[in-house]
């Protein structure tokens, strides 16, 4: 990692709890490195509670910004001067800068897979999006749609209310939209699945270390032949609903270009730099890299807690 310290060098932190020591820093260093900045991006493990404290020396020390990982995505936002209306909404802040002593915050989870989606070259406009699941990124990414002309939202999740409550934030916003929730059945995947031009897949259902999949997949095959499935899983690469999609010839894409397009928003929103379309391969080795040292890591804690 090339890291040049001296008087300039711009200071940003990691913070969570637990902290993912391999990944998250190693990326955002990575991408700092790829923009020519210079800057570093530090772990710093930050307890639940201790937010304030940590703001506090954050303006002391002239610290230009920090990312966000749990316990603290929403406890942020009371704290912060401005946060982005979405990322309010849908109680999510992953990024937030310090600028003249104020706190902005934003969740690009949303605007990620959007922006991979339309890296895809499917058409958002005018489209009618089924999303599966309303857990933490789907209403995200639900609004990001709708803001770029989804015509209608259908949310089916295992917990309807969920749904529900996103249905209920997206029409607040958007008071044309027909938004629908409904219960995550077989008979309701049928239903449909005909009218959708865009499938978002937002369960953990079909990651690797997640218990459960979906059962039945025909719905796939009843989905237009033009049709796109995006899914917010990366690991695996192909997951069963994907792997059912492609097989029919469907446009798919993994939770990958999410996670490559989050990186490309928090470089635009901590230092305004654009990094380029040339950057998407480069991002994504980085990323890839960086979760194979996380595997790599986790099974070496594994092993040494076994053998105590
Ligand atoms: N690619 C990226 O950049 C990126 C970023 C963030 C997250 N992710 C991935 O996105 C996925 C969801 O994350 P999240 O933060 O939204 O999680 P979350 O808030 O915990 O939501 C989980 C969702 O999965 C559903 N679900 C879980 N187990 C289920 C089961 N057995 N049957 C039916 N539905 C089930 C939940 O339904 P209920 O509401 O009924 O519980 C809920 O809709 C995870 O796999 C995560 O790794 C990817």
Request: charged residues 20%; aromatic residues 6%; proline residues 4%.
């Amino acid at each position: 990692m090339r890291v040049k310290y001296d008087v300039d060098t711009q200071l940003l932190f990691q913070i969570g709890d637990p902290l993912d020591h391999a990944c998250a820093c190693t990326i955002h260093n990575r991408m700092y490195e790829l923009a020519n900045l210079n800057a570093v991006n530090l772990n710093v493990v930050v307890k639940k509670g201790e937010l304030p404290a940590f703001i506090q020396s954050c303006k002391q020390l002239g610290v230009k910004g920090f990312d966000i990982t749990m316990p603290h995505k929403s406890d942020i936002i009371p704290l912060c001067d401005e946060v982005e209306p979405f990322s309010r909404e849908f109680n999510c802040v992953n990024h937030v800068k310090i600028r003249d002593g104020k706190l902005i915050g934003v969740g690009l989870d949303g605007l990620g897979m959007v922006m991979a989606i339309e890296d895809s070259g499917f058409p958002i406009y005018g489209s009618k999006v089924l999303m599966l699941g309303a857990g933490a990124v789907s209403g995200p990414i639900a609004a990001e749609l709708c803001q770029r002309g989804a015509s209608s939202v259908v949310i089916l999740n295992r917990t309807v209310s969920k749904a529900e409550k996103i249905t209920i934030s997206l029409k607040k916003y958007f008071p044309t939209l027909q938004a629908t929730a409904m219960s995550m059945t077989l008979e309701n995947l049928c239903s449909c699945a005909p009218e959708a031009d865009l499938v978002v897949q937002c369960t953990s259902l079909g990651m690797s270390g997640h218990q459960g999949d979906y059962e039945d997949l025909t719905f796939i095959d009843l989905l237009p032949k033009d049709a796109c499935v995006a899914d917010v899983i990366f690991n695996p690469e192909r997951t069963s609903i994907l792997a059912r999609a492609e097989a029919r010839g469907l446009r798919v894409l993994n939770g990958m270009g999410m996670l490559v397009n989050q990186e490309k928003a928090m470089m635009k929103f901590h230092f305004g730099v654009d990094l380029g379309p040339e950057f998407a391969l480069e991002g994504e080795e980085t990323l890839l890299m960086a979760l194979v040292m996380r595997q790599l890591r986790t099974r070496r804690l594994t092993r040494k807690g076994a053998s105590k």
